[in-house]
């Protein structure tokens, strides 16, 4: 085993600080790589604080992860040592079932999470990448062009591939009405990603205070949507309307928005139930759907068309130490979008 340095919660009452972990040593398979970059998600936080069933600690947050190969096993074929890598949010699956076969890993009932999760032996914890060095096989291990900033590119294992899934899962293309409810991590993000599939965007938010980015970022339009005759004006317009937010939201008056076979997809995660009137789906055939983030080959995909596209997220860099101060300001929705940690310069 490699003793690794990391950065974790002992406990749902503790801060993110530093402590030792254990990492597997290379077997045939696998790829181990060092750390460089890791995204701070709106996850990690509620993780390390105990906000969900089923807490693991000690707890090492981190799945948006960016590393430099450093030593691969005897049968790995994918990667080679010096290869700028990505590691997203799992690490392992069954590989033999239905969703594994059709490259949706994420939704295999044995899917293993990149922390607060157990390998597949049902013993070992899983550990993120607020860590020096990872060991991870290289079937989910992923490759980064050197097109990338690796830092703006870490975001985008979480971040990048929540938001692309639901445009190709409801074939946004060139024409398509997209309407982004929220800009923040995930919500700038979508702009990019429907803007470069020839979307006509328009920015949803609670305030104007973020009109220009929403702009510089590729939207067309931006409304306020605490002006009533923001869903007057936008009535019967969309064809896809990605809620990024987690708050709880009017969704009928949103259901209002979509045009016929339009489609309002949740990817933030409200604390309660939600409720709409159906009747509201009933016209004009609209639904209500929900998404996740994506398998390996769709977040290689992803990777690959930001190359071709330069996207990456904008971030702002930070060293390890500043990580409990960076929780405390994404609660405060201060930051423009993503936090990214240097683990290059994480003391020993």
Same mark, same amino acid.
């Given at each position: ?26 077997g045939?398979?696998?790829?181990l ?20 069933? !089923? ?6 947050? @981190? #799945?948006?992860? /960016? ?5 691969? $096993?005897?049968? %790995? +074929?994918?990667h ?25 890993e ?60 639901p ?11 997209? !309407?982004?409810v929220?800009?923040?991590?995930? @919500? #700038?993000?979508? /702009? ?5 599939? $020839?979307?006509? %965007? +328009? ?6 205070g ?17 002006d ?7 009535a ?14 009017d969704?009928?008056?949103y ?65 390890i ?26 003391k020993?």
């Amino acid at each position: 085993m490699l003793t690794t340095l990391a950065w974790g919660a002992l406990d749902a009452a503790s801060p993110i600080a530093p402590l030792d972990i254990l990492r597997r040593e290379p077997g045939p398979n696998d790829v181990l790589f060092d750390v460089l970059y890791c995204g701070i998600c709106h996850t990690d936080i509620h993780m390390s604080r105990g906000h969900f069933a !089923g807490a693991i600690f000690p707890m090492v947050p @981190g #799945h948006e992860i /960016v590393g430099r190969v450093v030593r691969v $096993g005897e049968a %790995v +074929t994918r990667h080679r040592v010096g290869d700028v890598v990505g590691v997203g949010c799992l690490v392992d699956s069954c590989r033999h079932c239905d969703e594994c076969e059709a490259g949706h890993e994420h939704f295999c009932d044995a899917m293993v999470g990149t922390y607060n999760a157990l390998e597949r032996d049902g013993r070992t914890p899983t550990y993120g990448g607020y860590s020096a060095r990872m060991t991870v096989d290289e079937n989910y291990v992923l490759r980064i062009s050197p097109k990338l900033s690796p830092a703006a590119a870490a975001p985008l294992l979480c971040a990048g591939i929540t938001t692309y899934s639901p445009l190709r899962h409801w074939n946004v293309t060139k024409g398509s009405r997209v !309407g982004v409810v929220g800009l923040g991590g995930l @919500g #700038h993000m979508a /702009v990019k990603f429907a803007a470069a599939m $020839g979307a006509e %965007v +328009t920015v949803l938010s609670t305030s104007d205070g973020k009109k220009g980015d929403a702009a510089r970022l590729g939207a067309r339009d931006f409304a306020v949507t605490q002006d009533p005759e923001t869903f007057n004006r936008l009535a019967g317009r969309f064809d896809l309307i990605l809620n990024t937010v987690s708050a709880s939201v009017d969704y009928d008056a949103y259901i209002g928005l979509l045009r016929r076979d339009g489609t309002l997809v949740l990817l933030g995660v409200p604390d309660g139930p939600v409720s709409f009137n159906a009747f509201g789906l009933l016209m004009r055939r609209k639904s209500v759907a929900a998404s996740l983030i994506g398998g390996i080959r769709e977040t290689q995909e992803m990777l690959d068309f930001c190359a071709e596209h330069d996207i990456v997220s904008d971030i702002e860099v930070i060293v390890i130490d500043q990580v409990n101060e960076a929780y405390g300001r994404i609660l405060r929705s201060d930051v423009r979008y993503r936090f990214v940690i240097d683990l290059a310069r994480m003391k020993p």
